[in-house]
């Protein structure tokens, strides 16, 4: 065990799902032509003036209170002055001393919640575009709305900061403010890392990793500068405070630039835009209108339907997900059944993103409560799920009265058929009772083939251990 500890904050960018620009009514939509969503206000043209998009402010009130912030009463927007060639302004509107959101958390785990210091708005920068010999620009996403969470330097691992992205994602998926897909830049993931010695209380001297583009990458980044830093120290040398690259293709991260400071950037109040109250209505009619949020619903299934916390996590991780499960548990007895269901065979059938799940809640829960009833197996179970999924149309219940897969519960009936498979095995009763363990497996097998897969395991497992121990 280390004696050093790692200390990360997170700053995550989102785009938010609104239909036009933050001051600008170009279109949001990715994957357009280059340079055809532009006009003069987002190519900052001179003379050109923003006007704040209303929408932008109401998502990102909508996201920090999903993460229990804190709206402003009062806010304004403040300009970030810096060079760069997909900034055409050469300054970014943003805030700086006023953000919107402030003092949120967002839990974790059950012992664990990550503050969140402030969530901001602010408008994107436009994509440059490299090839081997030019550099292309693409203005299209100049002026695409953006929040900024910044974390609380609260996260101590790798695993902590990908629990921290999930459910910050999953958030933001409820409160739909964004589609969060990371491969096209909608979730973008700053990582502020230091080291100390556990136990000591102050904080040590960061690096900043920018604009990293996966969980397992945001993972592998700080399992390395962990690692580097703690090595600097260890050899008697001094972190320096800086920008660095984490490269994918070998998990390093390397120097880019000394960090810059909030005096680079000459932050001052924007002057082309006015600053505004946020009315309490507004931010409480948002809040009306917020879904029950993951943490609520996880309460929910582990009280009302039993499930262990980690499996309410999954299941509550995508809201498409959720409504599915609370749809099948409103349908059976067996909701801890459905779940597992869920878990165990649905989700290897649908994608990572969105949810096009190819078996209805209702047929799910018809499956589950057979199951429940003791009336399937649960390799059967499993069948009837890839059947609907692949297409089937009758109902569980008609499946399985059409194609006879009822369960056979009676241990009488299990006992002849176990006997006889006494009569034609008798090396693998021997090689059983010689102690060769395995051989138990084998004749089961030989009994779940003579009744076509329909043996209740559970009485047969009786059977067995009457019989032959
Ligand atoms: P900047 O905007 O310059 O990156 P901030 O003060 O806004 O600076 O901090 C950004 C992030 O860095 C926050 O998530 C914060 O928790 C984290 N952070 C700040 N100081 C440290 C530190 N010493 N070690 C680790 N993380 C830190
Ligand atoms: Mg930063
Ligand atoms: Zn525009």
Redesign the pocket.
């Known amino acids: 065990m280390s004696v050093y500890e790692a ?5 995550v960018h989102v785009e938010l799902a609104t239909e036009s620009k933050i001051f600008c009514s170009c279109p949001t939509s990715f994957g357009a032509p280059p340079n055809t969503h532009v006009c003069p206000v987002c190519m900052g043209l001179p003379g050109a003036l923003p006007v704040l998009n209303r929408k932008v402010v109401e998502y990102a009130i909508r996201a920090g209170l999903a993460t229990g912030c804190k709206i402003a009463e009062r806010t304004r927007l403040d300009r970030k002055n810096y060079f760069y060639p997909d900034l055409p302004k050469a300054y970014q509107i943003s805030q700086y001393e006023y953000p919107l959101c402030f003092d949120g958390s967002i839990s974790i785990s059950e012992e664990k919640s990550i503050g969140i ?1 402030r969530i901001h708005i602010e408008e994107d920068a436009g994509k440059l575009i490299h090839d081997k010999t030019q550099t292309l620009l693409d203005f299209n996403r100049c002026g695409v709305p953006l929040i900024e969470i ?5 996260i101590r691992s790798a695993d902590e900061a990908k629990a921290y992205l999930s459910e910050l994602r999953t958030l933001m998926l409820y409160a739909s403010v964004s589609d969060c897909k990371m491969n096209e830049g909608s979730f973008r993931c ?1 990582v ?3 080291v100390r010695k556990k136990g000591e209380t102050a ?4 690096t ?1 990793m920018k604009n990293i583009n996966s969980f397992s990458f945001v993972a592998k980044a700080i399992e390395y500068e962990f690692a580097r830093q703690v090595s600097v120290i260890e050899a008697g040398g001094e972190i320096i405070p800086e920008t660095r690259r984490f490269d994918a293709s070998d998990g390093k991260t390397y120097t880019m630039r000394s ?4 005096e680079d950037y000459r932050f001052f109040p924007e002057p082309d835009l006015l600053g505004f109250e946020v009315d309490r209505q507004t931010v409480e009619r948002i809040r009306g209108e917020l879904p029950v949020l993951p943490e609520e619903r996880r309460k929910m299934y582990v009280g009302n339907y039993g499930l262990v916390s980690t499996d309410a996590r999954i299941i509550t991780s995508r809201p498409e997900l959720a409504a599915f499960f609370e749809r099948a548990a409103s349908r059976t007895k067996y909701p801890k059944i459905a779940a597992n269901m869920i878990l165990c065979d649905l989700l290897a059938l649908v994608g990572a993103e969105g949810f096009d799940c190819p078996i209805t809640a209702e047929a799910l829960a018809d499956i589950a409560t057979l199951s429940g009833e003791n009336r399937i197996n649960s390799s059967t179970a499993k069948k009837l799920i890839k059947q609907i999924a692949d297409g089937e149309t009758r109902s569980p219940e008609m499946l399985v009265r059409a194609l006879s897969l009822e369960q056979i519960n009676d241990s009488e009936q299990l006992e002849r058929v176990l006997r006889e498979v006494i009569e034609q095995e008798p090396k693998l009763i021997a090689d059983y009772k010689n102690g060769k363990t395995a051989a138990k497996k084998a004749i089961v097998g030989k009994v779940m083939a003579k009744t076509a897969g329909l043996a209740n395991p559970i009485i047969l497992n009786e059977v067995f251990n009457k019989i032959i121990n």
Do not use: F, H, M, Q
């Open positions: 200390v990360i904050g997170l700053e210091t910044v974390s609380e330097p609260d700053d502020n890392l230091s904080l040590g001297v960061r900043e960090k810059e400071s909030a």
